[in-house]
């Protein structure tokens, strides 16, 4: 991989063996029970913002999937609501509301009429749902988009357009962000989101790109494809820094840790502090790592690579954790495997990050957020067979 001169590579930091220490769960974890739409039959959470609000996607009374959102704290807690489609119904899982500003708005991507194609969203109160556009347009089917995420001021929309859906085999993404100006419609002030094409200048060789979070800053995360490094491809974690003046965005990529082949960037917090994951080529041994700036520019870029469940980097086959999310108190939240070999809701602190803790919920996996409130939004099979959406209460 060739990488930007602009970033600058720092020596990894390893955690001693030694200091590292597995911290057991508590074996009943309090937690709050959101379950799924009513009429449906599952749901699974994508985001939540610092007002407790969590998004997520779940199946209708019909079995349509449909993006969701459901209150966690306050009056209307596990109150579900429908936000409903571009036009069209499906039952597969890339219909889904994916972030949630602190203002309320609403992003994720959902099918229009022709029941193909997939357009990135944003939902609020006073607009409802509405197509922020592809490549080609909010009318192309052509193209498909999807928004990622937003910022918490909701000034920014991260997402991807291409000519099919990311992760598919033969499909081309694209890098896209969404911007938002105030337009005068004859009546009053409205926004107006705008696409742009990101920068992926010396990084030719990736054949697909998502950008998966913003900060109020201005600083864009993700991870970008080479489907043909590799038996499997590689995946390599990306960032995106703002230019002086809101003249776009200059692309690099963080440095990979010695040892291992690929990496992404999940979460971003308005420290500039990126969760996200590394691992092996084959996948044999993968890791939560955060990314840490060293410069005031956020630039420069350091790491610290977190513990799995069953051990650190130093130990052998030790490996089997990912980091979805990070808030600004430094916890840092996801999934590992146990010694049993089981999937679990993980927290990390980067206060003690020599420290790893399962969060001790039932048939838990997934966890993929957790906000400044230190709520926690995760995935869980209560009933022993169907997802649902959990919150706990970081202490």
């Not at 930091?13 to 599952?42: D, I, M």
């Not at 193909?116 to 988009?145: K, Q």
């Not at 965005?249 to 999940?266: H, M």
């Not at 919920?361 to 099979?381: C, Y």
Request: with cysteine.
């Amino acid at each position: 991989m060739k990488q930007l001169t602009g970033l600058i590579v720092i020596s990894l930091t390893f955690l001693a063996a030694a200091t590292w220490s597995q911290r057991p769960s508590a074996k009943n974890t309090p937690y709050t029970e959101l379950g799924h739409f009513k009429g449906g039959h599952w749901a699974e959470a994508c985001g939540i913002n610092d007002a407790g609000i969590v998004v997520g996607f779940g199946d209708n009374s019909k079995g349509y999937t449909r993006p969701l959102y459901v209150p966690s704290i306050g009056p209307n807690t596990g109150k579900w609501v429908d936000l409903g489609t571009l036009g069209g119904e499906r039952t597969d899982t890339e219909v889904m509301a994916m972030g949630v500003s602190d203002t309320g708005m609403i992003v994720g991507h959902t099918e229009i009429s022709d029941n193909t194609t997939i357009h990135a969203f944003a939902w609020t109160p006073d607009t409802g749902m509405f197509d922020i556009g592809a490549l080609g347009g909010s009318n192309s089917s052509s193209y498909y988009s999807a928004a990622s995420n937003t910022n918490h001021l909701g000034s920014l929309i991260t997402g991807w357009s291409g000519n099919g859906f990311f992760g598919h085999d033969g499909v081309t993404t694209t890098p896209v962000v969404w911007t938002a100006s105030p337009q005068w419609d004859g009546r009053k002030l409205v926004t107006v989101w705008t696409i742009q094409q990101l920068d992926t200048k010396e990084f030719e060789s990736e054949a697909q790109w998502a950008v998966e979070a913003a900060n109020d800053f201005g600083q864009l995360v993700g991870l970008s494809v080479n489907p043909n490094a590799g038996p499997y491809g590689l995946d390599f974690p990306m960032m995106w820094t703002p230019l002086p003046g809101g003249k776009g965005w200059r692309v690099s990529q963080l440095p990979i840790p010695a040892g291992f082949d690929q990496a992404g960037a999940s979460d971003i917090n308005e420290k500039g502090e990126i969760a996200g994951w590394v691992a092996l080529k084959d996948w044999s041994n993968w890791f939560p790592v955060v990314w840490k700036p060293t410069n005031v520019l956020r630039t420069a870029y350091t790491y610290v690579l977190l513990a799995s469940l069953t051990g650190t980097v130093q130990d052998e086959n030790s490996g089997g954790a990912e980091a979805w999310g990070i808030n600004d108190l430094g916890d840092v939240v996801g999934d590992s495997l146990d010694a049993n070999g089981n999937d679990v809701a993980t927290v990390w602190n980067l206060k003690t990050p020599n420290s790893v803790q399962s969060l001790g919920l039932p048939d838990a996996w997934n966890v993929v957020k957790v906000n400044d409130l230190r709520l926690v939004v995760a995935t869980s099979a209560l009933d022993g067979t169907n997802e649902n959406v959990v919150t706990v209460q970081l202490h």
